[in-house]
């Protein structure tokens, strides 16, 4: 089951409604719209395409709105691309023109009066750098300093200078709304300069009465990363966007900085997203390139959340073979990290507060027992998020009432969301999860689970109960001799007379104790439980001899157990429950 996150960006390669279908049966957790290049109206048929099918589906994908942000694009061109050549001159204007292979357009107005002589001006993620010679009020001339081709809005980057760009737009204004009235999970908050930026947002989403969308804060700028101790304090997750981020920052400086900001966020319990290029090559090709891949497992070795993919799924020729791809490499990445070693190796302060402390002790008691699976029942998301802060080897499967909070817990490392009921006390309220949990395949019975909830039942933020759990109905329990399990029908005898009488072959004999009268008896039984004995005893001694599944001192079995009954017996653990699961011989 893999633990690593994947975000898929929707575009024009995934508009067919089957092409959408396989990548939510593929593994896309959460579906991300990017707003800085269509409208409102082309995404709302996205969205509701992924309304339909997760619905359909029974999938919790949730849906992820991406700003257009403070931003600066060229407008038009006269032709689809133009070439500006290395040495030649070149315009950047704030009047409204159509651009040619000599000028054009800009979106920011006031960006000729904000540079100055020799800054330096990158366009298209840097492919194009451009010179300043001098400036107007409307122009700025420049020299070409690095040529290529270009297309109409494409990005404009000022590295090193502050623009006054609002941080918030009229545009961005109108998409909040859109994302409010389209009950989407979340916002990505593109060119976060500092906390003052998010908190804006969240005022913006008070003006419609939203409180449930969660702000992702995309980390891009050089001010961003300044400020990423308090841009984290007033966030709900980070993106490390290291598209515009290596062109605002020296490219040698990007793997540095994307270890710093992961390792930041995932301390403070936050989401953590890696975002950008990661396989790019996918875009044209089937294939990504050894570097790709070996780029998707170091964003997990470094405790990533999630791992997106941008073009490869919006505008590539292979967009679900590209996330079959990143999930295959996740996957596989996954079972070489080392969950105990680093679990106790940890070098994050905890917080003093009860959540905090139980989601620790969750995650200790489930190492210490070799627990199958954590289990939370939360309100918020908020345990299931400080679970998975601390990474731990098992699935963390967190159960909810409200489908909101379900579609953004699927963004949390390792935590799988699930949908159950309001129950009226803690005794319900596990079994139920427990039993969701099992229907959906989950965990079988006889598994061992770490559960934890909170008193009062409802109220968000009082996680302060952990319970141990075995799942399934546990019928008798003693000292298990053998390691193996089996499955079978039950055969009750009061003593070996009848045991000689009533014994099928393939039986799994239940009796007080044995002795060679009935060896033929065992050698034919699919397992033995016994009330009376030890290690020492008859039973145990034949039992490790033909290496058949054993229990001795399991007291009342033969009151408590009935001849006929279907039963799982796992010496491993020394237990019996009811119920066939998956045994090995």
């Not at 992924?50 to 038009?76: F, N, Q, Y």
């Not at 998409?175 to 003052?196: G, H, L, M, P």
């Not at 033929?520 to 034949?542: L, P």
Request: glycine share 8%; aromatic share 4%.
């Amino acid at each position: 089951m893999r633990k690593t996150k994947i975000i898929c960006t929707l575009g024009p390669a995934t508009d067919n409604i089957d092409v959408l279908r396989q990548l939510m049966l593929a593994g896309m957790d959460v579906a991300r719209l990017n707003f800085s290049h269509q409208t409102s109206a082309e995404q709302k048929v996205r969205a509701d395409a992924v309304k339909k099918l997760r619905s359909e589906l029974k999938i919790p994908v949730a849906l992820l709105l991406d700003t257009k942000g403070p931003e600066i694009r060229v407008r038009d061109f006269n032709q689809p691309k133009i070439t500006l050549k290395t040495g030649e001159n070149f315009t950047l204007t704030s009047r409204d023109i159509v651009g040619d292979e000599t000028i054009a357009s800009i979106t920011f107005a006031r960006l000729p009066l904000e540079v100055s002589t020799g800054a330096r001006i990158l366009i298209d993620d840097g492919l194009i750098e451009l010179k300043v010679l001098s400036c107007t009020e409307t122009d700025i001339h420049c020299s070409v300093v690095n040529g290529g081709t270009i297309s109409a809005h494409k990005g404009i980057n000022v590295p090193g200078i502050n623009l006054s760009l609002p941080f918030i737009s009229e545009k961005d204004k109108e998409d909040i709304a859109f994302a409010v009235r389209e009950d989407f999970d979340f916002i990505a908050a593109s060119f976060t300069r500092s906390a003052k930026d998010i908190i804006e947002l969240r005022t913006e989403l008070e003006k419609h009465n939203c409180h449930k969308i969660r702000i992702i804060a995309k980390i891009e700028n050089s001010d961003g990363v300044e400020n990423i101790d308090d841009i984290i304090r007033v966030s709900d997750g980070i993106m490390v966007a290291r598209g515009d981020l290596g062109v605002e920052i020296p490219l040698q400086e990007i793997p540095v900085i994307q270890k710093k900001l992961i390792k930041k966020a995932y301390n403070a319990g936050l989401q953590v997203i890696t975002a950008t290029q990661m396989l790019d090559s996918m875009i044209k090709n089937p294939r990504p390139t050894r570097a790709e891949a070996t780029d998707v497992a170091n964003a997990i070795y470094d405790g990533t959340s999630a791992i997106m993919l941008s073009g490869e799924t919006a505008a590539g020729n292979y967009p679900i073979q590209s996330l079959k791809t990143m999930a295959t490499i996740a996957e596989r990445t996954e079972r070489d990290i080392d969950y105990k070693g680093r679990f106790e190796k940890r070098d994050f302060t905890e917080q003093p507060n009860v959540t905090s402390a139980i989601s620790h002790a969750t995650c200790t008691t489930a190492q210490d027992l070799g627990a199958v699976a954590i289990m939370t029942v939360t309100k918020s998301g908020r345990t299931a998020r400080m679970i998975s802060k601390y990474r731990p080897e098992c699935p963390i499967i967190s159960g909810t009432t409200d489908p909101t909070v379900q579609r953004q817990m699927n963004l949390s490392w390792g935590v799988v969301p699930i949908m159950m009921d309001e129950k009226d006390n803690t005794d319900e309220l596990f079994d139920h999860v427990v039993d969701v949990a099992r229907n959906q395949g989950l965990v079988k019975n006889g598994d061992l689970a770490v559960i934890t909830a909170g008193v009062p039942l409802g109220v968000s933020g009082t996680t302060n109960l952990l319970k141990v759990q075995l799942v399934g109905d546990v019928l008798v329990s003693g000292i298990g001799v053998t390691k193996g399990a089996v499955c079978g029908n039950l055969c009750v005898c009061a003593d070996e007379d009848e045991a000689l009488k009533n014994f099928k072959d393939g039986d799994i004999l239940v009796i007080p104790q044995t002795s060679n009268k009935i060896l033929r008896i065992i050698k034919s039984a699919a397992g033995i439980i016994t009330e009376f004995g030890g290690m020492n005893s008859h039973a145990a001694i034949v039992g490790l001899t033909l290496d058949k599944p054993v229990i001795v001192a399991a007291e009342n079995a033969v009151q408590i157990l009935k001849s006929g009954t279907t039963v799982t017996l796992d010496a491993s653990r020394g237990i019996v429950f009811s119920g066939i699961e998956k045994c090995t011989l």
